[in-house]
């Protein structure tokens, strides 16, 4: 784990994010089938340059229903990263009980997962996913009970009517992050005029993602260095409407800090129904 006193990194830093233009321009991203990497989107960029908050010297104060995030420690007995039967046989029970742990959910159950990295030869040759740099949030309204639908279709009817949310994890898996971190903005400062429907176009289905437009008010987090035994638990929806975070935004990014002999980010991301 990095050490949070003597880690040396900057308060805030001005990276630019990617938002999008909420202007009536048809939004999506299309992603080819399995095996592919191709990718392509629609819709009018809108980059801009940011403060960026370093987390680590704040890094006990976020909660998941407030802030709709937090940074945990969490040691992994995995491996091997790249070995999928191992991350479905050690890795998820891993994520279920975290998730559990952080959300006070009675059930947890991970559906999917995603290998990324920055290494565009190492991408292609092992058929993974290039980081992403536009802000956003992996469900909608519509999306997410649907999803419920799609991975427990025999109970959904009844699950839809009590509370449900769907958590993601995020972890380095090899090697501290040193170039294209994911940052995180604190729930409460974006609006719900901020989010932009933008549909996830797939070779058998249409789902539906929200896109993220320009706001000054948006507080951005990221975790400099961030390591293999550290995790960003986060919400991407929240059936409630209580007060809560709902939706966390969030992007890879460039970071002006980089050093120039940076080692490409590989990182994991699961996604989970927790039922409450």
Same mark, same amino acid.
């Given at each position: 784990?990095?050490d949070?006193?003597t880690? %040396?990194?900057p308060?805030?830093?001005?990276?630019?994010?990617n938002?999008?233009?909420?202007d009536?321009?048809?939004v #999506?991203t299309y992603?080819?089938?399995?095996?592919s990497t191709e990718?392509?989107?629609?819709?009018n960029p809108?980059?801009r340059?940011?403060?960026? +908050?370093?987390?680590?010297?704040?890094i006990?104060r976020?909660?998941?229903?407030?802030d709709g995030?937090?940074?945990?420690? +969490?040691d992994?007995?995995?491996?091997d990263f790249f070995a999928?039967?191992?991350i479905?046989?050690?890795?998820?029970?891993?994520m279920?009980a975290?998730?559990?742990?952080?959300?006070g959910?009675?059930?947890?159950?991970?559906?999917?997962h995603?290998i990324?990295?920055?290494?565009?030869? #190492?991408?292609?040759q092992?058929?993974?996913?290039?980081t992403?740099?536009?802000? +956003?949030?992996?469900?909608t309204?519509?999306s997410?009970p649907?999803?419920?639908? %799609?991975i427990l279709p025999?109970?959904?009817d009844e699950?839809?009517?009590r509370?449900?949310a769907?958590?993601?994890?995020?972890?380095?898996i $090899?090697?501290p992050?040193e170039?294209?971190?994911?940052?995180?903005a604190?729930?409460?400062?974006?609006s719900?005029? %901020?989010?932009v429907?933008?549909?996830r $176009?797939?070779p058998?289905?249409?789902?539906?993602?929200?896109?993220?437009?320009?706001?000054p008010?948006?507080?951005?987090y990221w975790?400099? $260095?961030?390591?293999r035994d550290?995790?960003?638990? #986060?919400k991407?929806?929240?059936?409630?409407k209580?007060?809560?975070?709902?939706w966390?935004?969030?992007?890879?990014?460039?970071?002006?800090?980089?050093p120039?002999d940076?080692?490409?980010?590989e990182?994991i991301?699961?996604?989970?129904?927790?039922l409450?």
């Open positions: 784990m990095s949070l006193a880690l %040396d990194a308060s805030t830093i001005e990276p630019i994010v938002y999008i233009v909420n009536g321009a048809e #999506f992603t080819g089938g399995p095996g990718v392509r989107s629609g819709g809108d980059p340059k940011v403060t960026m +908050h370093n987390a680590r010297p704040l006990d976020f909660k998941l229903d407030a995030f937090r940074f945990v420690r +969490h992994t007995q995995m491996k999928a039967d191992e479905k046989r050690v890795y998820y029970p891993e279920e975290l998730i559990k742990a952080e959300s959910a009675k059930r947890v159950v991970v559906f999917d995603t990324r990295t920055a290494d565009k030869a #190492f991408r292609e092992h058929k993974l996913r290039e992403v740099q536009r802000a +956003h949030n992996d469900y309204e519509w997410g649907q999803r419920l639908r %799609d025999d109970e959904a699950l839809l009517k509370r449900f769907i958590v993601q994890v995020w972890r380095p $090899r090697y992050v170039n294209h971190p994911l940052a995180i604190d729930a409460r400062t974006v719900p005029e %901020d989010f429907l933008s549909e $176009r797939y058998n289905r249409v789902g539906q993602t929200y896109a993220i437009a320009y706001n008010a948006h507080k951005w975790l400099p $260095r961030m390591a550290e995790a960003l638990v #986060f991407v929806y929240d059936s409630a209580d007060g809560r975070a709902r966390t935004a969030h992007t890879a990014f460039d970071d002006p800090t980089s120039p940076a080692r490409p980010r990182s991301e699961i996604r989970t129904l927790a409450f």
